[in-house]
């Protein structure tokens, strides 16, 4: 059984960092890639980053590009996702997807919020 549990979520001011987790089980986790998605209120939930297996590579939403990395520690389960100089159209639920096979796995999602 696939279990995703993120954290790291919170209210933060513009320009902060925050760093997010993803922890998993129930799955060989070194053999799949893994994904960052969020969802604003009222929008789809929209790709952020992506991370091959052995974390050898890494893609990017432009909107985030040059300020998030995301990382992986195969030997425990964990994806990360580092946010930098926070923006508020960063606000929303943020989501670790596991793609196995032809079945996306998601998480409960933590909030991140954005504001002065």
């Known amino acids: 059984q696939v279990q995703i549990v993120e954290s790291g979520g919170g209210l933060v001011q513009p320009g902060a960092s925050l760093r997010l987790s993803c922890l998993t089980s129930g799955f060989t986790f070194s053999s799949v890639s893994l994904s960052w998605f969020r969802q604003a209120p009222g929008l789809e939930r929209e790709f952020v980053a992506g991370?091959?297996?052995?974390?050898?590579?890494?893609n990017y939403a432009d909107s985030v590009k040059g300020r998030f990395r995301i990382s992986r520690d195969n030997a425990i389960n964990t994806m990360y996702l580092q946010m930098n100089n926070l923006k508020p159209e960063d606000t929303g639920v943020y989501f670790c997807?596991?793609?196995?096979?032809?079945?996306?796995?998601w998480g409960q999602g933590t909030q991140v919020t954005v504001a002065s």
């Open positions: 991370i091959s297996n052995a974390g050898g590579l890494t």
């Open positions: 997807r596991v793609r196995i096979g032809a079945t996306n796995n």
